[in-house]
Nanobody, 116 residues
Framework: QVQVVESGGGLVQPGGSLKLSCSAS?????VGWYREAPGKQRELVAH???????EYTDSVKGRFTISRDNAKNTVYLQMNSLKPEDTAVYYC?????????????WGQGTQVTVSS
């Protein structure tokens, strides 16, 4: 049974920072961080490949950084200069290496609220 777990969400004031973690019980191949705000579609925020290549949606470029620690099977999303419009449930979508090859798993989500 593969488990993917997010952590690190919370309430932060505008301009503040949070660091989200996505941990898997197996080796991670690639990860996408998504977010879903009330009344909006889920969107891809950042992605990191097995080689460490990264990409970001335009609204978070220069503020968010995705990184990985392969020894810990963990991917991070450092979020700085947070804005109220960053408020959403953040989900980790991980391609995990299993005995059958890469398989896709979602975490349960972690709430990020940016408010004064």
């Amino acid at each position: 049974q593969v488990q993917v777990v997010e952590s690190g969400g919370g309430l932060v004031q505008p301009g503040g920072s949070l660091k989200l973690s996505c941990s898997a019980s197996r080796n991670i191949y690639s990860v996408g961080w998504y977010r879903e705000a009330p009344g909006k579609q889920r969107e891809l925020v950042a992605h990191i490949t097995s080689y460490g290549n990264t990409e970001y949606t335009d609204s978070v470029k220069g503020r968010f950084t995705i990184s990985r620690d392969n020894a810990k099977n963990t991917v991070y999303l450092q979020m700085n200069s947070l804005k109220p419009e960053d408020t959403a449930v953040y989900y980790c979508n991980a391609d995990v290496i299993t005995d059958y090859g890469p398989e896709d798993y979602w975490g349960q989500g972690t709430q990020v609220t940016v408010s004064s």
